[in-house]
């Protein structure tokens, strides 16, 4: 098998794994609404947060980095060159924002996309979690948090193994693109803080 047919490949199987949207099987396996059309409308671990509590946020959260993880790290395994692997990545991000089996409605891509920088290195994962932690504890902007993490992987990168310092940078001007609608909210000051209060049913 060629490179490039084996590239090509690794780019569909991301993207059909990616656009397995983990918040909408949790909710619905859970008896939660559908987060595409409650609180944010977008399905990502932060909205199931607000609308189903920290259990089925985490399950999201977990599900939606092993979409990335996956595939990043098989395609890493293969040896395919740091380009490749980025556009491997960002195929899985791209399918959990516009997913193919959930009407093309996706969320922001964050946990995939952090999710496919992880398999880099366990210092990397440690730095990209604390980093997005810390942030939303001080400010509880998880919009804010996600953009300084995203800002701050290709250095946190440089310094760990520059090798991959351009399949991080290529994620995460992905995610800073994705927010830009958030970014003029937080400019504005009306942007939504996260809340671990879970919405009753009625």
Known sequence: MS???????????AYLAGSISSAVLVCKL????????????????????RIGGASSALLVLFFDMLKGAGP??????????????GLVAIAACLGHIFPLFFGFK????????????????????????LTWALIVLLTRYSSLAAICTA???????WWLDDRFVIPVAMLSTLIVIRHKDNIKRLLSGNESKVSRKRRRKT
Do not use: W
């Open 151 to 157: 800002i701050l992987a290709p250095v946190y990168t």
């Open 72 to 85: 990043a790290y098989l395609a890493y395994r293969l040896g395919v060159d740091p380009v490749s692997l």
């Open 106 to 129: 996706g969320g922001k891509g964050v946990a995939t996309a952090f999710g496919a920088m992880a398999p880099i290195g366990h210092y990397l994962a440690l730095f990209l979690m």
């Open 30 to 49: 859970r008896g939660l609404p559908d987060p595409r059309t409650e609180g944010s409308g977008n399905p990502g671990a932060t909205n199931v947060l």
């Open 3 to 13: 490179l490039i047919v084996q590239t090509i490949m690794l780019i569909v199987g």
